[in-house]
């Protein structure tokens, strides 16, 4: 399946009407799309990194500087990052929009896709990091909006875990 070019521009424009001025990411499949469209808007910085953990400290300096920032991973990207989340963004009150695209679940054809997607959701919850499935493109600007808005008045990681449903052409 492809992934859906419709719905990578519904989030965009959503991250776009939230102020988001910095994106981090690493290639994925599901997120190529909103990356690709990162790099291509003059108001928008594209951050490539090396592993996601970069993100963390990114997202810390664009805080700090007054600008806001989300972060692009995949599930494995956040199981990755834990170490920064918890010694950075939890110690220094940092808020992160974390876009998560959630791998792993029914449907899922990549078998090294399936270990990382099983633990995200208990990992967010034992980290007492609030999430979110999104799952419907017509409900993805309201989710971002007010993700951001948590992650900034609780000065704490955020995530949204972009699902199949959205992420992929139907």
Do not use: C
């Amino acid at each position: 399946m492809p992934v859906s070019v419709t719905n990578s521009k519904v989030i965009f424009d959503a991250l776009k009407r939230s102020e988001i001025r910095i994106v981090s990411a690493l290639p994925e499949t599901w997120l190529v799309h909103l990356i690709n469209m990162t790099e291509e808007d003059p108001e928008m910085k594209l951050v490539r990194i090396t592993r996601e953990e970069e993100a963390i400290g990114i997202s810390a300096g664009a805080h700090l500087a007054g600008v806001r920032s989300a972060l692009l991973m995949q599930n494995h990207g956040f199981l990755a990052a834990i170490n920064p989340i918890v010694s950075l963004a939890f110690l220094y009150k940092i808020p992160l929009l974390m876009l998560i695209s959630h791998r792993g679940h029914m449907g899922e054809k990549d078998p090294w896709q399936t270990q990382g997607g099983r633990m995200t959701e208990p990992v967010l919850k034992a980290l007492g990091i609030p999430y979110v499935h999104m799952a419907d493109p017509s409900d993805a600007a309201r989710q971002i909006a007010e993700a951001q808005t948590l992650a900034e008045s609780s000065l704490s990681p955020v995530a949204l875990l972009l699902t199949r449903q959205l992420m992929w052409e139907t």
